[in-house]
């Protein structure tokens, strides 16, 4: 099974700032990486997949990055609405697995 | 528009079964691989199993394998899962996902969840 580790487990950020979310897996996932944020009550929102590739409605201000077994996600300048918990999750081997989560919380 | 509506969650003692429904709008079934995702509570997400558009391949996770069994009617546009032998580690929050292609990858569309809860 691909382990998807996630880091930090809480980041703390103000609004307008810029935010730095991490995943390592550990085996190679090429670049079938996608992310999500969950607000609490909600379903889980695809925000990136192919690593890269913002889904439709996704605001600029999210970008990911990376491949192999290293991906980024950066929120360029926070807004109220990006305040949730991120997972990445890997659709390169089966089974499909997700992060544990990155909780971003306001500072 | 894309709607996912799950039902069938409730509470069952362990050992039990239930039958999770998801009813898909928007789409035509037979196009898309779908999965069945859930999520413990207070926990993060577990992709549980997925069918692929044809419907020939099936997946399952380990934890499920056996157990578990997911299908669809494309006649009714709906996904389903089969909860057999249910444990108190199976209670979570049960998610059905919607991928952009007819093989499963990542989730583009979600439902609102049905509880399943294991317990005496």
């Known amino acids: 099974e691909t382990v998807m580790t996630q880091s930090p487990a809480t980041l703390s950020v103000s609004p307008g700032e810029r935010a730095t979310l991490s995943c390592r897996a550990s085996?190679?996932?090429?670049?079938?990486l996608a992310w999500y944020h969950q607000k609490p009550g909600q379903a889980p929102r695809l925000l990136i997949s192919?690593?890269?590739t913002r889904a439709t409605g996704i605001p600029a201000r999210f970008s990911g990055s990376g491949s192999g077994t290293e991906f980024t996600l950066t929120i360029s300048s926070l807004q109220s609405e990006d305040f949730a918990v991120y997972y990445c999750q890997q659709y390169n081997n089966w089974p499909y697995t997700f992060g544990q989560g990155t909780n971003l919380e306001i500072k | 528009e894309v709607q996912l509506v799950e039902s069938g969650g409730g509470l069952v003692q362990p050992g039990g079964s239930l039958r999770l429904s998801c009813a898909a709008s928007g789409f035509t079934l037979s196009n898309y691989a779908m999965s069945w995702v859930r999520q413990a509570p207070g926990k993060g997400l577990e992709w549980v199993s997925a069918?692929?558009?044809?419907?020939?391949?099936?997946y399952y996770a380990d934890s499920v394998k056996g157990r578990f069994t997911i299908s669809r009617d494309t006649s009714k546009n709906a996904l389903y899962l089969q909860m057999n032998s249910l444990r108190a580690e199976d209670t979570a929050l049960y998610y059905c996902?919607?991928?952009?292609?007819?093989?499963?990858?990542?989730?583009?569309?979600w439902g609102q969840g049905t509880l399943v809860t294991v317990s005496s």
């Open positions: 085996q190679s996932v090429s670049t079938s």
């Open positions: 069918i692929s558009g044809s419907g020939y391949s099936t």
């Open positions: 192919g690593a890269s």
């Open positions: 996902a919607k991928h952009p292609s007819d093989w499963p990858l990542n989730g583009d569309y």
